[in-house]
């Protein structure tokens, strides 16, 4: 079963950095399509940026030109560089991946926290 762990959320002020990072128990080099996602209180868990097993990328609007996601397959870890943080960008992070090869199809991590506050 693909596990995937999270970790770097934190505490940062407004106009910080933060990078995430997402650690997968398999190789991660043909799967389908992982991604970051985060869900703010009272708010629906929306998708914040995606790469594909060919290296594709796609982001939120919101995460545009300051967040990058990126991936090190010989460390089977996504990554999600954040920038110019703003608090709106506080909730709880999470990595997903998706392959139509699984039974389950999607996996989920247990998520990261990020908050942004002065």
């Known amino acids: 079963q693909v596990q995937l762990v999270e970790s770097g959320g934190g505490l940062v002020q407004p106009g910080g950095s933060l990078r995430l990072s997402c650690a997968a128990s398999v190789g991660i080099f043909s799967i389908n399509y992982m991604g970051w996602y985060r869900q703010a209180p009272g708010k629906e868990r929306e998708l914040v940026a995606g790469?594909?097993?060919?290296?594709?990328?796609n982001y939120a609007d919101s995460a545009k030109g300051r967040f990058t996601i990126s991936r090190d397959t010989a460390k089977n870890t996504v990554y999600l560089q954040m920038n110019s943080l703003k608090p709106e960008d506080t909730a709880v992070y999470y990595c997903n991946a998706y392959d139509p090869r699984w039974k389950a199809g999607t996996v989920w991590g247990q998520g990261t926290q990020v908050t942004v506050s002065s």
């Open positions: 790469i594909t097993s060919s290296g594709n990328t």
